[in-house]
């Protein structure tokens, strides 16, 4: 099974500051159609999760610009420009290339400092 | 409006038996791979089972494999979990997600298994 590895598992920031959150996997996540399906999930307190970023870098209906997805092979990052009181929650990255099983990674918690 | 609505959850004892369902709207529900996820109290997300568009390809995470069986009825815009043998760790929040990308979340139905 490929194994997803987040860090930080804690990040604490300051309003209007960036914040980077890094996912590693334990296998190249290039398909062999030559995609990479590596997507990041928002979870807010209380609330269901909701997809930002599919295939790496590309942000879903509705994700503020300020959210940025990039990486290749096993290293990915999320970034968020300027962090906003609305995006305090647990970011999880997820491996959809190399299945079953599909896995996420353990969570990143975001709070404000 | 794309929409999932879980329903099911409940408090059952070990080794008891329950069957989740997730009523699909605003979409061809028919179109799409179908997934079922759980969160555990305080735990992340964790995939369960995953059901191809016509119900002919079926997986189920490790754990899970000979208890729970996920399926679907395409004329009920529909997709089920049926879990049997329950066991404490099996204690979560059940969400279904459209699609192997998940793309879009329900709001989640409570499984609590304790006696």
């Known amino acids: 099974d490929v194994v997803m590895t987040q860090s930080p598992l804690s990040l604490p920031v300051t309003l209007g500051q960036p914040a980077s959150i890094s996912c590693r996997s334990s296998?190249?996540?290039?398909?062999?159609?030559?995609?990479?399906?590596l997507h990041w999930f928002q979870q807010r307190p209380g609330q269901s999760p909701r997809r930002l970023i599919y295939?790496?870098?590309n942000r879903d209906s509705g994700v503020p610009d300020r959210f940025s997805g990039s990486g290749s092979g096993t290293d990915f990052t999320l970034k968020i420009s300027r962090v906003e009181a609305e995006d305090v929650g647990i970011y999880y990255c997820?491996?959809?290339?190399?299945?079953?099983?599909?896995?996420f990674g353990q969570g990143t918690k975001v709070e404000i400092k | 409006e794309v929409q999932l609505v879980e329903s099911g959850g409940a408090l059952v004892q070990p080794g008891g038996s329950l069957r989740l369902s997730c009523a699909a709207s605003?979409?061809?529900?028919?179109?799409?791979?179908m997934s079922w996820v759980r969160q555990a109290p305080g735990k992340g997300l964790e995939w369960v089972a995953n059901?191809?568009?016509?119900?002919?390809?079926?997986y189920h995470v490790d754990s899970v494999k000979g208890r729970f069986t996920i399926s679907r009825d395409n004329a009920e815009n529909s997709l089920f979990l049926q879990m049997n043998s329950l066991r404490a760790e099996d204690t979560a929040v059940y969400y279904c997600?459209?699609?192997?990308?998940?793309?879009?979340w329900g709001q989640g139905t409570t499984v609590t298994v304790s006696s």
């Open positions: 997600a459209r699609a192997l990308s998940m793309d879009v």
């Open positions: 605003g979409f061809t529900f028919s179109s799409y791979w």
């Open positions: 059901i191809k568009q016509d119900g002919s390809v079926k």
């Open positions: 296998q190249s996540l290039v398909y062999s159609d030559g995609n990479t399906y």
């Open positions: 295939k790496v870098s």
């Open positions: 997820m491996q959809g290339t190399h299945w079953p099983p599909w896995t």
